[in-house]
């Protein structure tokens, strides 16, 4: 087993870091007031190669492997966990869009969303579902030339600033469940949308919101994978995404706790630094190895997606265990700087209501808790 990057995987990663740095973090706390990502910063991820970098050259990526994509967005995430968002809708996005969207409008959107000229969103969740994904209301009826939609989706990230969503709509019977699900690709300035936005604890920048369907036409063209079949097909794909987003989470927890080694090591107290005590550096110890641990699991699952392996499980733990371990470091972190860290002179503050929507959003903690319980008893029939 290899624990080493190759010199390209050394080189994509540094080119990463430095844009972070330089780029990225000077504007994380003002991106967290004004509710708005920068569309400046996501071309210039786009113009470097950082958005859905594992999509082939033919289609704008760079075909690196599933696990650079990875490396990639703890980079960015470590400077600022919303604009890391960029990396994981174009990464979730254009692997569907590649699956199950005609070669035509593939080509259309894929190489704009590596570009960071679009940015593509997922709308699946309704105000009656939450973490039962499979009982959507929202209808998709047929008419001449494709589909009219029409209902509610809410909670749904880049509601208002998206330039496509992909919509799961019901097109077969209401009590069908998964079986009667089919997916779309919306242009968000169609006639027959409206989106509202919520006034959340975090994540702002990225900002979360409904959005309202009457009579919305969809060529019959912007359809996605198999009609009544997308739930199944299309779901596929979070397996990828959950694997990004424990290291999304893992990366604002690494950043913090190194700056917390640091600070321990410069503070004074009693005329001592407080590194000298283990009431201190007990914790960040511990701190460090369960981050250490999780982050070998995310990179392993990404490594199984490369090598077209089984990996359900696995990406349900990432999704489940290190969002929760992410907001508990950067908590302990914001303790040991004591009342400096509560203030907001430090980033501890909005890295704790950033990290903690991941708790709730793409699948909560119990819903992937069942899913590693269905896969293991599965394994031991």
């Known amino acids: 087993m290899d624990f080493s990057l190759s010199e390209d995987q050394q080189s994509i990663l540094e080119a990463a870091r430095q844009f972070s740095v330089n780029e990225v973090a000077p504007g994380y706390q003002a991106r967290d007031k004004s509710g708005q990502f920068s569309r400046d910063l996501t071309r210039k991820m786009g113009a470097l190669g950082l958005i859905a970098s594992e999509q082939p050259e033919e289609l704008g990526g760079s075909g690196v492997d599933h696990l650079t994509t990875g490396l990639i967005i703890e980079a960015i995430a470590a400077n600022d966990f919303n ?39 997922v709308a699946l969740t309704e105000p009656g579902g939450g973490s039962d994904a499979a009982n959507l209301q929202l209808k998709a009826r047929k008419t001449d030339g494709g589909f009219l939609l029409n209902g509610e989706k809410t909670s749904i990230s880049m509601a208002d600033q998206a330039d496509i969503m992909i919509v799961f709509a019901r097109t077969g019977a209401t009590d069908s469940r998964a079986r009667g ?32 369907f009457d009579d919305c036409f969809v060529p019959a063209d912007h359809q996605l ?11 596929e794909g979070f397996d990828f995404s959950r694997a990004l987003i424990g290291l999304q989470c893992l990366a604002v927890a690494s950043q913090s706790l190194d700056e917390t080694w640091s600070y321990v090591q410069q503070r004074e107290a009693f005329g001592r630094p407080i590194s000298v005590n283990q009431g201190v550096t007990f914790p960040l110890a511990e701190a460090q190895t369960y981050l250490d641990a999780a982050r070998l699991l995310c990179q392993k699952t990404l490594w199984l997606k490369d090598q077209g392996l089984p990996h359900t499980k696995e990406a349900a733990m990432c999704k489940w265990w290190p969002p929760k371990l992410a907001f508990e470091i950067v908590h302990q972190c914001l303790l040991l700087h004591g009342h400096g860290g509560y203030g907001k002179d430090y980033l501890f503050e909005q890295r704790l209501r950033d990290v903690l929507g991941l708790q709730i959003g793409d699948g909560t903690a119990q819903i992937m808790k069942m899913i590693i319980a269905r896969e293991k008893l599965g394994e031991n029939q």
Do not use: H, T
Not at 88 to 116: D, F, H, V
Not at 188 to 205: P, S
């Open 83 to 121: 604009m890391a968002y960029v990396q994981l809708l174009g990464s979730l996005n254009s692997q569907i869009l590649a699956g199950y969207a005609s070669p035509e409008l593939a080509q259309k959107w894929i190489p704009r969303i590596c570009a960071g000229e679009a940015i593509l969103g």
């Open 225 to 235: 994978g198999e009609e009544n079949k997308a739930f199944s097909q299309v779901m």
């Open 181 to 212: 699900v089919s997916a779309f690709l919306v242009e968000m300035n169609w006639d027959g949308i409206e989106v509202g936005r919520f006034d959340d604890l975090g994540q702002r920048c990225i900002g979360r919101g409904s959005i309202f």
